[in-house]
């Protein structure tokens, strides 16, 4: 049994926390041409407001007189900064996990014997390569 969190428990926390108030998604880019050129561009759910009957706006930055206005609310702001160690971190575990997986269902196949010689030292040689790469793996957070 191997005995590596990949994700602290409160690590885990504050990205369930960050998503779960973020706006829901799926999340969209939409791009208008406004008066003279002028772009608009806002990322919105996919999805319509009930409230509006329109794509919920996330994100919007405006371009008008040379200047760029943009906003978006602090829970979808916080979502959006941390995604980029929030994804990394979230791969990197459940790659981690997968490789748990097998090297335990290999560990449960050698401990229920009944293998050739042959097929005991092939699998004992998994074994020991998958646990190589578990342990090889960078700790995650």
């Not at 406004?34 to 329109?54: C, I, N, P, Y």
């Not at 791969?91 to 009944?114: C, E």
Request: glycine fraction near 2%; charged fraction near 25%; charge should be neutral.
């Amino acid at each position: 049994m191997i005995h590596r969190n990949p994700l602290v428990t409160l690590r885990l926390k504050e990205i369930r926390h960050r998503e779960r108030d973020a706006t829901p998604g799926p999340w969209v880019i939409q791009e208008k041409t406004l008066e003279k050129g002028v772009k608009d561009k806002m990322v919105t759910t996919a999805w319509l407001s009930l409230r509006t009957q329109f794509p919920e706006p996330i994100l919007c930055v405006t371009q008008s007189m040379n200047q760029a206005t943009l906003w978006m609310s602090d829970a979808d702001a916080e979502f959006i900064v941390h995604a980029r160690d929030d994804l990394p971190d979230l791969m990197a575990s459940l790659q981690l996990f997968g490789h748990r997986v097998v090297y335990n269902a290999l560990m449960r196949s050698l401990q229920a014997g009944q293998h050739s010689p042959e097929d005991q030292k092939v699998l004992e040689k998994a074994i020991e390569l998958c646990w190589q790469i578990i342990q090889s793996m960078p700790s995650v957070l």
